[in-house]
């Protein structure tokens, strides 16, 4: 083991000790849980499932991170304890943006610890040297769901982004064998547009994040990232059959039995969208075939489909792909903190292979003309 100057190995010891959950392989990189936390286990297959292998056997690689979900009072005082004594300052940290905030103390060998407060009370230890994530929580806290699958998930999509892809904030379909990208800014419509999408029978990669790469010399690829699908109330009720779908399940607490409502949107995983529209709705990959920056607004009266020229096109992928980093570093992993200069390639060859891309410009339900997206989407590809 690695000499990181704190006392590892009570906490190693404990990992160790627990049983694993499974592997997750998500699009070849691998990650392992461990836990003896019953709510963690099941939430392993509900919130990964759908869109990534879950390995209940397989024996994690020396490569593979591992995850562990810890419930105890005695370790949680100790690294509590820790993190009080940390001699730098301590860094105010989110882990994506509107989350609240938590404070990371940082060792100089590798280890950090976050203390959460709020809206949930636990540790995330951090030992990249050990490729070690600890979620650690006392024993009478309620674990969090949302903390489980994004520490899992980060470890996740650190690889997969370092073997050759770009992180998107978008929002990804397929429809009519077509990949989907759909990029804008907050509040543009691009939930609303795929969950209208969704409706008319298309597919969910993921409704605010995707990994975009290389087709194997077959033009771009899109990949998903098992996420919560976060969706407002007036995109519910503008959408007659998410709306409907939405009337058939209970909305409660538990993200492992259905819609969550939190922070002012309904927080659905992958299985609590299936059955809000009655059939498997998500999917893995699916090429890159067309881009659209949606344009939404209440006030529009009718539909608008313009198609940009490609230079004004790739000016506007770059801005988004530059600008806009769904990856966050609210654990220090070097290569994350470096992401700017090792992406720089990568976001040149894709912006010289985009798909045609274009704007829609549409209103409320009653102003989408589908023979005329239907006409949009089956030109490409």
């Given amino acids: 083991m690695p000499d990181l100057g ?5 906490l190693e010891s404990v990992v160790d000790s627990l049983p694993s959950a499974g592997v ?3 699009h070849g990189v691998r990650s392992a849980l461990f836990t003896a936390d019953p709510t963690a286990r099941r939430a392993l297959h509900y919130v990964f499932g759908n869109q990534a292998k879950v390995l209940a056997d397989a024996t994690p690689a020396r490569d593979n991170w591992r995850v562990a979900c810890i419930r105890s009072d005695d370790l949680y005082d100790v690294w509590s304890r820790e993190w009080e004594r940390a001699d730098g300052p301590l860094v105010e940290i989110t882990r994506w943006d509107g989350d609240f905030v938590a404070l990371r103390a940082d060792w100089p060998d590798g280890v950090s610890v976050v203390r959460h407060a709020e ?11 050990l490729r070690l994530a600890v979620y650690l929580l006392p024993e009478d806290e309620r674990l969090s769901i949302h903390h489980l699958e994004h520490l899992l998930k980060y470890t996740l999509r650190v690889r997969c982004w370092r073997a050759g892809g770009v992180e998107v904030h978008a929002a990804t379909c397929v429809y009519r064998d077509r990949g989907l990208l759909l990029m804008g800014e907050r509040k543009s419509g691009k939930t609303t547009l795929a969950m209208h999408v969704v409706s008319r029978g298309g597919y969910l990669l993921g409704s605010d994040l995707a990994l975009l790469c290389d087709g194997n010399g077959d033009g771009l690829a899109l990949r998903a990232i098992p996420a919560v699908c976060r969706i407002a109330p007036e995109t519910v009720a503008d959408n007659t059959r998410l709306r409907e779908g939405m009337e058939h399940v209970e909305t409660g607490d538990d993200y492992l039995n259905g819609p969550v409502f939190f922070d002012e949107k309904y927080e659905l995983y992958p299985p609590a969208l ?3 529209f009655g059939h498997p709705v998500s999917r893995t990959a699916a090429s890159a075939d067309l881009v659209v920056f949606p344009r939404f607004g209440v006030d529009h009266t009718r539909q608008r489909v313009a198609w940009l020229e490609p230079e004004a096109a790739r000016e506007l992928i770059r801005e988004r792909l530059v600008g806009d980093k769904p990856l966050p570093d609210w654990l220090p992993f070097r290569e994350v903190l470096e992401r700017r200069e090792i992406e720089a390639a990568w976001i040149d060859r894709f912006v010289a292979s985009l798909p045609p891309v274009a704007e829609l410009e549409f209103g409320r339900e009653d102003t989408l003309d589908w023979d005329e997206i239907d006409e949009l989407v089956e030109s490409v590809g």
């Fill in 6 to 10: 704190r006392d590892l190995r009570p």
């Fill in 24 to 26: 997750v392989d998500l």
């Fill in 119 to 129: 809206p949930f009370v636990g540790l995330t230890i951090f030992a990249e040297p």
């Fill in 274 to 276: 299936d059955a809000v």
